[in-house]
């Protein structure tokens, strides 16, 4: 049993769950004989009284439930205990059959590694360049892609507010296959400080310049003043050109490409937003959850999203 005790309940709760679950199980059971039949007796004609009640004209007749109705009953009380006996419900009680839904999902586990093991193996051997050519590897990949990257990078790859775009030639730390197997057998994090201090002037200032890397439209005379900051505070991670640093995880500013540019809003606000408050992006280590073979496959995946077509 999985719960915040751990392997097992405490004694009192585990006679508790024992108690109320057979309880309601015995309570259900006396309702249903003590009302499986009535002493109302019906006239002459076969009518019987009513309980009194009526709902849209049309009244409740004191008449006990129908045969079938009554053993379909009957069938569930006997059904439940039968369950309760054989399977966990009563408590620290595993059941005659020991089942537990962590065995079978062990099972089930080591039951595709004996089958999926030397295929992931051979396919390991292959380097990732090769690897992201062979088609019936790639469809595997993609499936443990979905299962496992989607849910952030996009089911198309394309990223997202603050999660990057696998599909475009913008690597934050490299895009070669040492980069990305280093991407995803350690995880990244990405740390961009708040330059809250430089005050409003000089946040707009650096706005403006950062603009005039990507050649977007900007306020020049701001930005010939912006320059000179960003040489002091920002050039050494994304270097004097602006065109970022990969050992660092520092974006290339020059390319207009923005990590953190939500839906409707403009590049200069998002700018100012990174300026103002910082970023702090995090991408989790991989091997631990899906195994070193399975990252090979989905580096090769994402090693050949960008020659697709």
Not at 64 to 78: A, D, E, R, S
Request: net charge negative; glycine share 10%.
């Amino acid at each position: 049993m999985n719960n915040l005790w751990g392997d097992s309940l405490p004694e009192f709760w585990s006679a508790w769950i024992i108690v109320i679950t057979l309880g309601s199980i015995a309570l259900s059971a006396w309702l249903l004989f003590a009302n499986r039949k009535t002493d109302k007796t019906p006239d002459s004609e076969g009518n019987v009284e009513t309980t009194g009640h009526a709902a849209d004209e049309i009244e409740e007749y004191d008449n006990p439930l129908p045969k079938w109705w009554f053993q379909l009953f009957v069938g569930t009380v006997i059904f439940s205990i039968g369950y309760l006996v054989l399977y966990p419900g009563l408590g620290n009680f595993e059941g005659v059959l020991g089942w537990s839904q962590e065995k079978q999902w062990e099972e089930e586990v080591a039951q595709a590694e004996e089958r999926f093991a030397p295929i992931f193996a051979q396919y390991q051997e292959v380097p990732i360049p090769d690897l992201a050519k062979d088609g019936e590897a790639m469809q595997v990949a993609e499936r443990i892609y979905l299962n496992n990257c989607a849910v952030c990078h996009g089911s198309n790859a394309q990223g997202g507010y603050g999660f990057p775009n696998l599909t475009d030639d913008d690597w934050l730390y490299g895009g070669e296959p040492e980069n990305i197997m280093a991407t995803l057998n350690n995880g990244r994090n990405g740390l961009m400080p708040s330059w809250q201090q430089l005050g409003e002037n000089n946040i707009e200032n650096l706005t403006q310049y950062v603009l005039s890397l990507s050649s977007l439209e900007h306020d020049k005379d701001r930005a010939e003043k912006g320059e000179s900051t960003f040489m002091s505070v920002c050039a050494a991670c994304h270097t004097p050109q602006g065109t970022g640093n990969t050992a660092l995880g520092a974006p290339n500013l020059t390319d207009d490409i923005w990590l953190y540019l939500a839906p409707g809003q403009t590049v200069a606000d998002s700018i100012r937003q990174t300026l103002r408050n910082g970023r702090n992006g995090h991408m989790p280590a991989q091997a631990a959850y899906i195994g070193e073979e399975r990252v090979h496959l989905v580096a090769a995946y994402v090693y050949s999203l960008r020659f697709d077509e």
